[in-house]
C-alpha cells in the first residue's frame, strides 16, 4: 500500500468524491542549503547521455536517483499540504450532515410524477446518482475499517524513517553526485517523515470526520434508495392502470365497432393483438426486474464476504471465525454451469427483444391518413373495404381507434426498449456475479487448506463425544424402528436387489473359480480380460450397496440430520472403497495381479497385508470419522471426530511403510515394481512417511479441511499409479501374445515352405524399443493424471512456495516454490532428453526408410539437444532471470572460458559441426591417424570409435574437422579388396589371371558390377607379380572375404602346379678373414669339388 493513499477523502457535492494529490513538478525552496529539483536537471544536463552502446556513467545514475528522490519529496510535500487542507475542511461536515438529513425529508415527501414518462425519466436521472452514492459508502466504509491497521502500518513505517534519518551512514558530505543522491533520499525520507507524522496526530480527526462523512453518505443513499423504490411501485401501477384502461376503451371501441364495418372489426382486433403483447411484455419486465435485484444482490454480497474474510485475515490472521464464513458461503455460492445457463438463456431473451423490435409496427403519426396508419400496422383491406375507408376517414369510432393504436404502439416500444435495456442491465449482473464467484472461490482455494477449522486438538474433542454418541444411537435406534416399520416398499426392493446381486455373485464366482488359479494364456486374451471383468464387479458391490442404503435413507419418513449425514458421506467415500476392494482383490495370492499382470509375488503379498492389516480398519475409521464430523455439522454441536480421523491416518502412515519399505516393500531391489537405485529408493519413502507424517500434524493442530482435502488427492494418486500399472501390464501381455502369435504363424508358413527361415522366439520378451515406448506413454498418463488430480490444490500449495530459501542483499533470492519447480523441470528435461529421441527414432524415423541409421542418430541428438535447450529456458524463466540483465556476465565468463577451456569448447563446437554438415555418421568406418573402427557414438564433446578388436577408442571431435580424416563409406559402403600375388618365374601369365579371377568371381560376396579384375602388375626380384581387384557391397566380412579369397588363390595354384617362390637374397662377399672362403683343402669336408 502506498502512503500517499492515505489522505482524507472529503464530501463536497457527491459524497463518493475523494480528492487526489497530483505531485509538484519541482521544489521552490527559499533555503540555499536544500538541493533542489533545478539544481540536479542542470548537472544532468552536462553529463552525456546514455546510449545502447555507452551506458549510463557512476554520475549520471547517482544524479538520476537524487531526482527521483526530489520527486518524491515535492509529491510527500504536497500530500502534507493537501492534508492540512482537509483538515480545515472538516468543520464543513457539520453543515453537510444538516443538509443532507434537511434534503432526505424533502425527498420523501416529495409528490411522485403522474405519468409513466415521468417516472421513467426520474428513474434514468437517479439511477447513476445512485451508483455514485452506493460506491460512495463502500469507499468510506473501506477506508473506516481499515483506520486501526493503517494507522499502525504507519506507526511502523514512521519508526524505519527516523532509524534512516538518525543513522549516520546516510549522513552524506560534499558536492559529487553520490553525495548529493545520498542528500536528496535524507530530503525524502524527511518529507515522508513529516507527512506521517501529522497523518498519525490527526488520525483521531480524521477517524471522527469519516464517520461523518459515512452517515452523510448513508442518509443519501437510503434517501434515494426510499425514492427510487417509490418509482419503481409508481411505474408498474401507472402501467397496470394504463393498460387497464387502454383495455376498457378498447372493449368500448370494439362494441362500437361491431356494429360499423369489418374495417373497424380489423382495426380492433389488431389493437387487442397489440394490447395482449404489452401485458405480457410487462409480466416479463416484472420477472426480469427480480432476476436483476436477485444477481445484483448476489454480486454484492460475495464482494461483501470476501472483503469481510480479507479484513479478518489482515488484521487476525487465518482463524476459525474467517474459516467459518468461508466454508458456509463456499456451500451457498451459486454454481458457475447455472450462471453460465442463465446467460446463455438471457442472452436468447435479448436477440428475441431485438427481433421484437425489428418487428414491431413504425410508430403512426396522427397526421397520416388513416388508409396508411391501417397499412402500416399490417391490415390488410378489399377494394370495397378501401372505398368504405375513404368515405369514412372522420368516424368518431374510426379515430378512437386509430388512436388506441398510436397509444399502444408507442407504449409497447417504451416497454420493449426497457425491457431491453433491463436485459442488458441483468446480463452484466450475471457476470458480475460469475467474476466475485471466481475470485472468491479463488482467494478459497488458495486459502483454505491453511485455514484452520478446528482449535488444537484437546480434550474437548474426547469429552464431546459421550454427548454426539448418545444423539446418534438415539437417531440410529429411530431409523431403524422406521425402516422395520416402513417404508415397505424401499425396503423390500432393497433386499429384492440385494439377493439379485447375491445370486449373480455367487454363480459368477463358480463359473470363475478355475480360471482363477490359472496363469495368463498365450493363447487365451479374453480370460484376463474376464477375470479382470469379474474383479471389477466384487469392487463395485459396496458402491451398490452404500447407494441402495442412501436410497433408502431419502425417503421422507427417515428425512432426520444422521441419515443425511449417513446419504452424503456414503456418496464420498464411495470412490476410497472401490479402489481398496479392487486392489485387495488383485493382489491376492495366485490373483490377477501376480498370475496376469506378473507382479512379482512379494510385492503382491506386501500390498495385500497393508490393506488387510490398516487400510482396511484406517478406512473404516475415516468413513466413521466424516459421518459424524457431518453429523455435527447438521446438529451445530462440536464433533470429536478427529479421536478416529487421527487413528485413520496413523494406520494409513503404516500401510505406507508396509508397502513402501525399501527392505520388503514395493521398492525393495530385485523384485519391486518400481525399483530403482538404494538412494533413490530410500527418498521416495521418506517423503512418503513425511508426508503422511505431514498430513497427521494437521490434523492434530486443527487444519482437518486441509489434511483431509490433501489426503483425499494423496489417495487418488496412489490410485492413479495402480491404474495405469494395470493397464501397462495389460497392454504389456497383449502385445506379447501377439508376438508369440506371429512367431506361430512364422513357423507354420516355414513348415509349408512359404519362408526360408525364422526369427528367433521371444516368448513372453517384447524388444527393448517397445518397452521404451510403453514406459514412455505410461509416465505420460502418470504426468497427465497428476496435474488434474493436484489441480486445485497448486493454488494452495503456492502459499508454501513462496517461503523464501535464499535471499541476497535481503531480498529473497530462491523460494520454495521455485526450488519445487526447477526440480520438476529437471526431472521432466533429464526423463524427455533420455526418452522422447529414442521415442521419436522408434515411431518416426524407423518408418523412414529412406533416412540410414546415421541419420536417425543425427536427428535423435538434435531432438535431444533441443530438450536440452528448451529445459535451460524453462529454468531460466522459473528464477526470473532476463538475458538483458545477465548477458555482460556471460560475456566477461565467456571470455574466461575462452582462454581456459578453448579446446573443450573447440570440441563443443566440432561436435555440432559434425552433427549437421555430417562428414561422419554412426555406422561409418572411419580411419583417424593409425586407428580405423567404427563410428558407434556421437556426442558433443566426443565420438566413440569401436576398432576391429572390440576396443572403444574416443576421440575428441576437434580432430574430425581440423585434422585429416578417412571415411570409408561416406557417400557409399562399397569398398575394394586388394589381393598381392606372386608366382616363380617361368609360370604362364595367362593362366595365372585366369586362375586368380575365378576364384574371385567364385565367392557369392564380390559384387558383379564393379567386375573384379586381374592385372600383371611388374616384375619382382624372386616372383612375377599380380593384383586382384574384389569389391563388396559393405565393409562387414571385409576381413573374412579377404582371408577366404587368398586361401583359394594359394590353393588353386597348388592344384596347377603353379609354385608361389620363397623369397631370394643374392650374397656377394667382397672380403673377410682367412678361412673364411673355400680353398681346395677345405672342399672335401661334405661340399663337392666346383666344376670348372
Keep these: 500500500m502506498l502512503w500517499g493513499q492515505e489522505e482524507i477523502p472529503m464530501v463536497t457535492a457527491t459524497p463518493s468524491i475523494v480528492e487526489e494529490v497530483a505531485p509538484q513538478s519541482n521544489i521552490v525552496n527559499s533555503e540555499t542549503n536544500v538541493l533542489t529539483v533545478e539544481e540536479v536537471k542542470q548537472l544532468l544536463e552536462k553529463l552525456p547521455q546514455p546510449t545502447a552502446d555507452a551506458p549510463a556513467t557512476h554520475d549520471y545514475t547517482n544524479l538520476q536517483a537524487a531526482l527521483e528522490a526530489l520527486n518524491a519529496e515535492a509529491s510527500w510535500n504536497a500530500k502534507v499540504t493537501q492534508l492540512e487542507k482537509n483538515s480545515g475542511l472538516s468543520q464543513n461536515l457539520d453543515t453537510d450532515l444538516t443538509t443532507a438529513n434537511t434534503e432526505s425529508a424533502d425527498l420523501a415527501k416529495a409528490t411522485l410524477p403522474t405519468t409513466s414518462e415521468e417516472v421513467e425519466n426520474a428513474l434514468k436521472t437517479l439511477s447513476p446518482k445512485l451508483r455514485e452514492v452506493n460506491d460512495s459508502v463502500k469507499e468510506l466504509s473501506g477506508l473506516l475499517s481499515s483506520a486501526p491497521q493503517r494507522r499502525l502500518q504507519q506507526t511502523q513505517r514512521l519508526n524505519e524513517l527516523k532509524q534512516l534519518i538518525n543513522d549516520p551512514k546516510n549522513q552524506a558530505t560534499g558536492t559529487d553526485p553520490e553525495a548529493m543522491a545520498a542528500e536528496a533520499k535524507m530530503q525524502a525520507w524527511q518529507a515522508e517523515s513529516d507527512f506521517l507524522e501529522l497523518s498519525i496526530a490527526a488520525a483521531d480527526t480524521r477517524k471522527v470526520s469519516l464517520s461523518k462523512q459515512l452517515e452523510i453518505a448513508k442518509i443519501r443513499q437510503a434517501a434515494m434508495t426510499d425514492w427510487n423504490n417509490r418509482l419503481t411501485v409508481q411505474i408498474k401501477q401507472l402501467r397496470s392502470d394504463d393498460l387497464k384502461q387502454q383495455e376498457e376503451a378498447l372493449r368500448e371501441t370494439s362494441r362500437n365497432a361491431a356494429m360499423k364495418s369489418p374495417v373497424l372489426q380489423k382495426l380492433a382486433k389488431s389493437n387487442q393483438e397489440l394490447l395482449k403483447r404489452s401485458k405480457e411484455l410487462n409480466q416479463y419486465l416484472e420477472r426480469i426486474g427480480q432476476r436483476h435485484k436477485y444477481f445484483e444482490y448476489r454480486a454484492e454480497w460475495i464482494n461483501k464476504q ?183 416398499l424401499r425396503t423390500l426392493a432393497f433386499a429384492l436387489v440385494f439377493g439379485v446381486f447375491f445370486m449373480i455373485t455367487r454363480r459368477w464366482s463358480q463359473l470363475t473359480q478355475q480360471e482363477r488359479q490359472l496363469p495368463a494364456s498365450l493363447s487365451k486374451y479374453g480370460r484376463t480380460v474376464k477375470l479382470l471383468i469379474f474383479e471389477l464387479y466384487i469392487a463395485s458391490l459396496p458402491l451398490a450397496f452404500l447407494h441402495l442404503i442412501s436410497w433408502v435413507l431419502d425417503d421422507p419418513k427417515l428425512n432426520g440430520n444422521l441419515s443425511n449425514a449417513i446419504a452424503v458421506t456414503t456418496t464420498a467415500v464411495t470412490p476410497a472403497i472401490f479402489f481398496v476392494v479392487l486392489l485387495y482383490r488383485i493382489t491376492r495370492p495366485n490373483g490377477l495381479g501376480q498370475n496376469h499382470l506378473r507382479w512379482p509375488r512379494t510385492s503382491c503379498f506386501q500390498i495385500n497385508k497393508a490393506i488387510r492389516w490398516f487400510l482396511g480398519p484406517a478406512l473404516c475409521l475415516g468413513i466413521f470419522s466424516v459421518i459424524l464430523d457431518n453429523y455435527g455439522d447438521y446438529i451445530n454441536y462440536f464433533s470429536g471426530s478427529r479421536v478416529f480421523l487421527l487413528p485413520s491416518f496413523i494406520l494409513c502412515l503404516l500401510a505406507l511403510h508396509v508397502i513402501f519399505s525399501p527392505g520388503k516393500g514395493i521398492l525393495s531391489r530385485g523384485y519391486g515394481m518400481l525399483s530403482s537405485s538404494i538412494g533413490l529408493r530410500w527418498v521416495i519413502y521418506l517423503l512418503l512417511m513425511g508426508w503422511q507424517s505431514f498430513l497427521s500434524v494437521l490434523v492434530i493442530s486443527g487444519y482437518m479441511l486441509g489434511a483431509v482435502m490433501l489426503w483425499g488427492h494423496t489417495f487418488r494418486t496412489f490410485w492413479l499409479l495402480a491404474a495405469v500399472l494395470i493397464i501397462k501390464g495389460l497392454a504389456e501381455l497383449y502385445l506379447e501374445i501377439q508376438q508369440w502369435n506371429a512367431h506361430q504363424q512364422e513357423k507354420e508358413e516355414l513348415a509349408a515352405g512359404q519362408i526360408a527361415e525364422m526369427s528367433e522366439p521371444n516368448g513372453f520378451q517384447l524388444d527393448e524399443s517397445t518397452r521404451q515406448v510403453m514406459s514412455f506413454l505410461q509416465w505420460i498418463l502418470i504426468l497427465v493424471g497428476l496435474s488434474a488430480i493436484w489441480a486445485d490444490a497448486f493454488p494452495s500449495l503456492q502459499k508454501l512456495g513462496s517461503f523464501s530459501l535464499l535471499t541476497f542483499n535481503g531480498e529473497p533470492f530462491i523460494s520454495l516454490g521455485q526450488t519445487s519447480m526447477l526440480i520438476i523441470c529437471l526431472v521432466t528435461t533429464v526423463m524427455l532428453a533420455r526418452s522422447l529421441p529414442r521415442l521419436f527414432e522408434i515411431l518416426i524415423l524407423r518408418r523412414l526408410g529412406s533416412i540410414d541409421p546415421g541419420s536417425r542418430h543425427a536427428f535423435s541428438t538434435l531432438v535431444a539437444y533441443i530438450v536440452v535447450i528448451i529445459g535451460v529456458i524453462w529454468a531460466s524463466k522459473i528464477l526470473e532471470i532476463e538475458w538483458g540483465n545477465i548477458q555482460w556476465l556471460i560475456a566477461a565468463i565467456s571470455v574466461g572460458l575462452g582462454f581456459g577451456m578453448q579446446e573443450i569448447f573447440g570440441n563443443l563446437v566440432a561436435g555440432i559441426i559434425l552433427l549437421f554438415e555430417r562428414p561422419i555418421r554412426v555406422g561409418d568406418i572411419v580411419t583417424v591417424g593409425e586407428t580405423t573402427g567404427k563410428v558407434t557414438r556421437i556426442q558433443m564433446r566426443g565420438t566413440t570409435i569401436m576398432e576391429w578388436d572390440r576396443r572403444e577408442l574416443i576421440v575428441p571431435n576437434k580432430e574430425f574437422v581440423t585434422g585429416q580424416l578417412t571415411n570409408w563409406t561416406l557417400s557409399d559402403t562399397l569398398t575394394r579388396i586388394t589381393l598381392n600375388v606372386g608366382v616363380a618365374y617361368g609360370s604362364d601369365i595367362s593362366q595365372v589371371k585366369q586362375l586368380i579371377l575365378e576364384v574371385i568371381e567364385k565367392d557369392e560376396r564380390v559384387l558383379e558390377d564393379p567386375a573384379p579384375a586381374v592385372f600383371f602388375k611388374e616384375f619382382g626380384e624372386s616372383s612375377l607379380l599380380f593384383l586382384g581387384f574384389a569389391y563388396l557391397g559393405t565393409l562387414d566380412g571385409r576381413l573374412a572375404v579377404s582371408s577366404d579369397l587368398q586361401q583359394g588363390i594359394y590353393e588353386s595354384m597348388n592344384a596347377a602346379g603353379i609354385k608361389i617362390p620363397l623369397p631370394q637374397r643374392d650374397l656377394h662377399i667382397v672380403d673377410g678373414p682367412a678361412g673364411l672362403f673355400p680353398t681346395e683343402e677345405t672342399t672335401g669336408l661334405g661340399e663337392p669339388p666346383l666344376n670348372n
Excluded at 360 to 383: K, M, R, T, V, Y
Excluded at 413 to 440: G, H, P, R, V, W
Excluded at 443 to 457: K, Q, T, V
Aim: negative net charge.
Design 306 to 488: 470476501l472483503a469481510e474474510i480479507k479484513k479478518r485475515v489482515e488484521i487476525s490472521g487465518f482463524s476459525q471465525a474467517a474459516a467459518t464464513i468461508m466454508l458456509k458461503e463456499l456451500g451457498e455460492l451459486p454454481k458457475l454451469g447455472k450462471l453460465e445457463d442463465e446467460q446463455d438463456e438471457l442472452e436468447e431473451e435479448v436477440r428475441a427483444t431485438q427481433l421484437e423490435l425489428f418487428d414491431l409496427p413504425d410508430e403512426l403519426n396522427e397526421s397520416q391518413s388513416p388508409e396508411a396508419q391501417l397499412s402500416a400496422l399490417g391490415i390488410e383491406l378489399d377494394e370495397k373495404e378501401v372505398k368504405w375507408l375513404r368515405t369514412h376517414e372522420d368516424l368518431d369510432v374510426l379515430q378512437d381507434l386509430l388512436k388506441q393504436s398510436r397509444e399502444n404502439i408507442a407504449g409497447l416500444k417504451s416497454d420493449a426498449n426497457n425491457y431491453f435495456e433491463i436485459l442488458l442491465a441483468t446480463d452484466t449482473e450475471i457476470i458480475a456475479t460469475m467474476q466475485a464467484t471466481e475470485q472468491f472461490r479463488d482467494y478459497a482455494s488458495e486459502n483454505i487448506l491453511w485455514i484452520p477449522s478446528r482449535d488444537i486438538m484437546s480434550t474437548r474433542d474426547v469429552s464431546s463425544l459421550p454427548g454426539l454418541m448418545g444423539n446418534v444411537v438415539h437417531e440410529f435406534t429411530a431409523i431403524i424402528d422406521t425402516i422395520i416399520k416402513g417404508p415397505v
